[in-house]
């Protein structure tokens, strides 16, 4: 996304971004960066990045992650995305960002699933003494293609280190094609990750065939919820599923960009975004992916704005309440609101 696309007040709006997969956020100048290392591939950049008005089904979607995958294997790789993801996202206004990824072991380069994890912690860190503007903090992912047992595996990782990262490490995130697997396969590893204090976001019902496994996975319950595209009546869902999403105050983190080219809501009016924020419920507008659909979050807000009509008060209040959101302690909460305060009179000059 060019500056001169999105409104300066967007940019300079302070906002959070709660929903990033690493490798779903790699921009084309990393992309190239990549690709000149890594000649031998042959990936062209055509293959990486879904561009404006462009739309692929959610199963192409996955497909690029393998290419981009095929791109990131070695520690190396994984400091340099790292590093120009938060970088980027600092860039575009975002002071506050849970990056999430899944460890990966990649046998040919030794790359092992903790030296994944230690290498995005390290880049964190290196931001952070750089001075970069921005707190950022790590969810470990499980691609729920893996199955029960790497599940559990991931639990016990993410738990290690959470008690040994400074706080960075605060959850788990469970993603991956949701066509594939079974959420009650997985439920016993969530649990446990649970009750050892990890924070819990699911990616829920991001498509229409999984209200049984929603309604089963909203009982642990989780603390946020990625997508829920279809758990709203309105897009085939269930007001017991709503009644439960409320009931245990869950907040939704909604990516308008990713579901529209994912071609899981058809048009931005019809984001399930209305639903949820008519209802006063917390909905936090975030990314997914935002070097895969072309996007960042100044761009989302604007989306968002556009589409069902918000003020520029309402727009504040939305990167506002995000805060509440956040998986990091209430001290954290508090410092972000100061800052929200502090900068207000700049945004709204
Ligand atoms: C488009 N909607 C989506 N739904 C579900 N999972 C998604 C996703 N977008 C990304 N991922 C998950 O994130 C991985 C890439 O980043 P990392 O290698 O983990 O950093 C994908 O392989 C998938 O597991
Ligand atoms: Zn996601």
């Not at 890594?38 to 692929?56: D, E, V, Y």
């Not at 995005?120 to 029960?148: H, M, P, Y």
């Not at 998986?327 to 900068?343: E, N």
Request: with cysteine; proline share 4%.
């Amino acid at each position: 996304m060019m500056d001169n696309e999105v409104d300066v007040f967007y940019r300079e709006l302070p906002k959070v971004e709660l929903h990033a997969h690493l490798n779903g956020s790699v921009s084309c100048p990393t992309i190239e960066k990549l690709i000149s290392r890594k000649p031998h591939l042959n990936i062209g950049h055509g293959m990486t990045a879904i561009g404006k008005g462009q739309r692929r089904t959610l199963d192409e979607c996955f497909q690029v992650f393998k290419v981009i995958h095929q791109l990131v294997d070695t520690e190396e790789d994984i400091l340099m995305v790292a590093t120009d993801v938060i970088k980027e996202f600092a860039a575009d206004g975002v002071k506050y960002l849970e990056l999430r990824s899944t460890p990966r072991e990649e046998k040919h380069t030794g790359l092992t699933k903790k030296s994944y994890i230690e290498t995005v912690i390290k880049a964190i860190k290196q931001c952070k003494s750089e001075g970069v503007d921005i707190d950022v903090r790590f969810l470990v992912a499980i691609d729920r293609r893996n199955g029960t047992e790497v599940a559990m595996e991931t639990v016990k990782l993410a738990e290690d280190f959470m008690l040994s990262s400074d706080g960075l490490v605060l959850g788990l995130d469970l993603s991956g094609d949701p066509t594939v697997g079974h959420g009650k396969d997985l439920l016993p590893a969530l649990q446990k990750a649970k009750n050892c204090g990890l924070k819990l976001s699911l990616h829920l019902s991001e498509v229409p065939s999984q209200l049984e496994e929603s309604d089963l996975l909203l009982d642990l319950p989780p603390d946020r919820i990625g997508h829920g595209t279809f758990l709203h009546p309105a897009m085939g869902g269930s007001q017991g599923l709503v009644d439960k999403v409320v009931k245990h105050n869950i907040p939704l983190e909604l990516c308008l960009t990713s579901n529209v080219k994912g071609q899981t809501v058809a048009r931005y009016s019809d984001h399930h975004f209305k639903h949820w924020y008519q209802m006063g419920h917390p909905s936090v507008i975030c990314t997914d992916d935002k070097g895969v659909f072309s996007t960042d979050l100044s761009q989302e807000y604007q989306l968002a704005a556009s589409t069902f009509d918000l003020s520029r008060e309402a727009v504040w209040k939305l990167s506002h309440d995000a805060i509440d959101c956040i998986f990091a302690p209430d001290t954290v909460k508090q410092q972000l609101k100061q800052k929200w305060i502090d900068l207000k009179p700049q945004v709204f000059k």
